[in-house]
């Protein structure tokens, strides 16, 4: 597999060179120490300078898209970002800046979600979980730009899952495996949860064992994270895929992307990922509800449009059938940037190992693809569309052949065959 070893996991949450888990990192508490007053210090960072530079170059690659769909009417598209660090963990920026640097870049919703961790140990402590509410608040313009408070549930073996709109974390001593979070998020009505690098860490979510009780509240699985594309992740060393592994279980999240930011320029980063969500306004009420109802899709493309419609049922929905003729309807723009790119579009539906692709359709950017193809439950309850770039090469290929080892553009969130 070209780029990461997945016998070698390369935890964003593992301990500096020479500093094992369950000791102190005396120079990580050297700046966390710099962070104990919430007010005056944290508030004197400014924007990093490489992201000042990089503002004009950004803004234009934001601009994109317009962000009306050609399929569907009452939402718009946001450009989000849900899964950012800074120094309150394992980052290297100040908290205070990351939010104003997320917006200057184009991102119109945002959250930074530390490391929640054992003993606040290079993690959350509750100081800075309250500091982290005050900034997001702060940051937060309703109808312009979206803040939001978040953590990353960090375990080094089973992995680590991302937590938004509670009002208190939790950490490997309120919650020491992925079930008693998941036990512990069910209490919490309103918070929604990521699997994060899907299948990075070796435990894989207790191999995605389903909590039936926390579904409706599981609503991410991060496909691309960083420059990479997820969907083979760990296959060349005999795991299975971790979105066939996620939904074969029986999980029903929408498809993101992130950057997953550990340095100093929050949002400034292109080929990183990053999610598409649609929403009836740019408000915190209405980014939980499109997460809710799976209305995202995930790239690493600024600027990018994505929807899609199956027998006019968006993507994140339920068709209501156990086999049919399916017509779908898929609108993929990055504006003039793009202008007659050739792009492809895979049909994903469950495999064993990796997915199995029932048709592939070639597109061109700002047009809507028409194309229908049957389905039936029978095979398996759900069906996922990828977009690739088929000039480039997806850099952790899957079996010899497969349509998917193309260069990953986008994925729409999945549909559920359910009679």
Same mark, same amino acid.
């Given at each position: 597999?070209?780029?990461?070893?997945?016998?070698?996991?390369?935890?964003?949450?593992?301990?500096?060179?020479?500093?094992?888990?369950?000791?102190?990192?005396?120079?990580?508490?050297?700046?966390?120490?710099?962070?104990?007053?919430?007010?005056?210090?944290?508030?004197?960072?400014?924007?990093?300078?490489?992201?000042?530079?990089?503002?004009?170059?950004? +803004? #234009? =690659? !934001?601009?994109?898209?317009? &962000?009306?769909?050609?399929?569907?009417?009452?939402?718009?598209?946001? *450009? /989000?970002?849900?899964?950012?660090?800074?120094?309150?963990?394992?980052?290297?920026?100040? +908290? #205070? =800046? !990351?939010?104003?640097?997320? &917006?200057?870049?184009?991102?119109?919703?945002?959250?930074?979600?530390? *490391? /929640?961790?054992?003993?606040?140990?290079?993690?959350?402590?509750?100081?800075?979980?309250?500091?982290?509410?005050?900034?997001?608040?702060?940051?937060?313009?309703?109808?312009?730009?979206?803040?939001?408070?978040?953590?990353?549930?960090?375990?080094?073996?089973?992995?680590?899952?991302?937590?938004?709109?509670?009002?208190?974390?939790?950490?490997?001593?309120?919650?020491?495996?992925?079930?008693?979070?998941?036990?512990?998020?069910?209490?919490?009505?309103?918070?929604?949860?990521?699997?994060?690098?899907?299948?990075?860490?070796?435990?894989?979510?207790?191999?995605?064992?389903?909590?039936?009780?926390?579904?409706?509240?599981?609503?991410?699985?991060?496909?691309?994270?960083?420059?990479?594309?997820?969907?083979?992740?760990?296959?060349?060393?005999?795991?299975?895929?971790?979105?066939?592994?996620?939904?074969?279980?029986?999980?029903?999240?929408?498809?993101?992307?992130?950057?997953?930011?550990?340095?100093?320029?929050?949002?400034?980063?292109?080929?990183?990922?990053?999610?598409?969500?649609?929403?009836?306004?740019?408000?915190?009420?209405?980014?939980?509800?499109?997460?809710?109802?799976?209305?995202?899709?995930?790239?690493?493309?600024?600027?990018?449009?994505?929807?899609?419609?199956?027998?006019?049922?968006?993507?994140?929905?339920?068709?209501?059938?156990?086999?049919?003729?399916?017509?779908?309807?898929?609108?993929?723009?990055?504006?003039?940037?793009?202008?007659?790119?050739?792009?492809?579009?895979?049909?994903?539906?469950?495999?064993?190992?990796?997915?199995?692709?029932?048709?592939?359709?070639?597109?061109?950017?700002?047009?809507?693809?028409?194309?229908?193809?049957?389905?039936?439950?029978?095979?398996?309850?759900?069906?996922?569309?990828?977009?690739?770039?088929?000039?480039?090469?997806?850099?952790?290929?899957?079996?010899?052949?497969?349509?998917?080892?193309?260069?990953?553009?986008?994925?729409?969130?999945?549909?559920?065959?359910?009679?």
């Amino acid at each position: 597999m070209s780029g990461r070893d997945p016998h070698h996991c390369h935890h964003d949450h593992a301990p500096r060179e020479g500093v094992p888990y369950g000791h102190v990192d005396i120079t990580a508490l050297g700046r966390r120490a710099l962070l104990a007053g919430a007010g005056g210090a944290l508030m004197l960072a400014a924007l990093p300078g490489a992201a000042r530079a990089n503002t004009k170059m950004a +803004a #234009a =690659a !934001a601009a994109g898209a317009a &962000r009306a769909s050609a399929i569907t009417q009452g939402t718009t598209l946001v *450009h /989000a970002d849900m899964h950012n660090h800074t120094v309150m963990s394992d980052g290297d920026g100040s +908290a #205070a =800046a !990351a939010f104003a640097s997320m &917006r200057e870049a184009g991102l119109d919703v945002a959250a930074l979600t530390d *490391h /929640a961790t054992l003993f606040a140990i290079e993690g959350l402590s509750s100081g800075e979980w309250r500091t982290t509410g005050e900034l997001a608040n702060a940051a937060n313009d309703p109808g312009q730009f979206t803040a939001i408070r978040g953590f990353e549930w960090s375990h080094p073996l089973q992995g680590h899952i991302n937590v938004w709109n509670t009002s208190e974390f939790a950490d490997l001593l309120r919650a020491s495996s992925p079930g008693n979070l998941y036990s512990w998020l069910t209490g919490r009505s309103g918070g929604l949860a990521s699997f994060n690098h899907p299948g990075r860490e070796v435990g894989r979510f207790d191999n995605f064992s389903l909590n039936a009780s926390a579904r409706a509240q599981l609503v991410g699985l991060e496909m691309f994270n960083r420059g990479d594309d997820y969907l083979f992740e760990g296959w060349s060393s005999g795991m299975t895929s971790p979105l066939v592994a996620c939904l074969n279980a029986g999980w029903r999240p929408g498809l993101t992307g992130v950057t997953d930011e550990h340095g100093t320029s929050w949002g400034f980063h292109e080929g990183l990922g990053r999610s598409g969500m649609w929403v009836t306004e740019n408000t915190r009420d209405a980014v939980f509800a499109a997460m809710t109802a799976r209305r995202v899709f995930a790239t690493r493309v600024s600027g990018l449009r994505v929807d899609a419609t199956a027998n006019g049922v968006r993507m994140g929905g339920v068709l209501g059938t156990a086999s049919a003729d399916v017509r779908f309807l898929v609108d993929v723009d990055r504006g003039a940037a793009w202008d007659g790119k050739p792009l492809r579009i895979q049909v994903l539906r469950p495999g064993t190992s990796a997915p199995t692709v029932v048709d592939v359709v070639d597109t061109v950017n700002g047009t809507v693809a028409d194309f229908t193809v049957p389905l039936n439950a029978a095979d398996g309850n759900w069906v996922v569309l990828r977009v690739s770039d088929p000039a480039a090469a997806n850099g952790t290929p899957g079996p010899a052949g497969h349509p998917c080892n193309d260069f990953g553009v986008a994925y729409t969130s999945p549909w559920w065959l359910q009679p």
